[in-house]
């Protein structure tokens, strides 16, 4: 039988997921059949949450997003891309800086395997929200709970707490 699915990636490191994260799932899974979340595996850094818990946070903060699948992938995009299906790649873009640094990517993967990349403008509210930010903040004790999707944002910021890290 053809497979008639439409299907999207949104690639990242999600270390952690932020609610900016989840606005963009949310409103990929409205046009998209399939939205899958792809979380690159890069041993060379390792990052602040393992990848076995960024997966684990990242598949219970869209347990109710019925359209999105939890992934992972190493290597080029664009192959992750044809293994699974997938013709869009969907990026988030905060600000002119966020087009800027993923505009050179867009055309690369465009150049390298015709696959397109669709920019969705963050939601003001979440414009300045990055899981860095997020993280540094958390780092000398501020309170990031409002950032993070509410099914995992206690664990997120005790994983985050300076007595953790
Ligand atoms: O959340 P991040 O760290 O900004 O995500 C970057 C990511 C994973 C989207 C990007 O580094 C990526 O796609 N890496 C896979 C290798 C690849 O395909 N690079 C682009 C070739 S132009």
Known sequence: MTDTKRRCVCPGSFDPVTLGHIDVFTRASAAFDEVVVAVLVNIAKPGRFAMGHRLDLLRRATADLPRVRVATFD????????????????????????????????????????????????????????????AEAARFGADIRQYLPPAVAEEIAAGLRPANR
């Open 75 to 134: 290597g080029l995009l664009v192959d992750f891309c044809r293994r699974e299906g997938i013709g869009t790649i969907l990026k988030g873009v905060r600000s002119g800086a966020d087009v800027e640094y993923e505009a050179p990517m867009a055309h690369m993967n465009r150049e390298l395997a015709g696959v397109d990349t669709m920019f969705l403008p963050a939601r003001p509210e979440w414009s300045f929200v990055s899981s860095s930010l997020v």
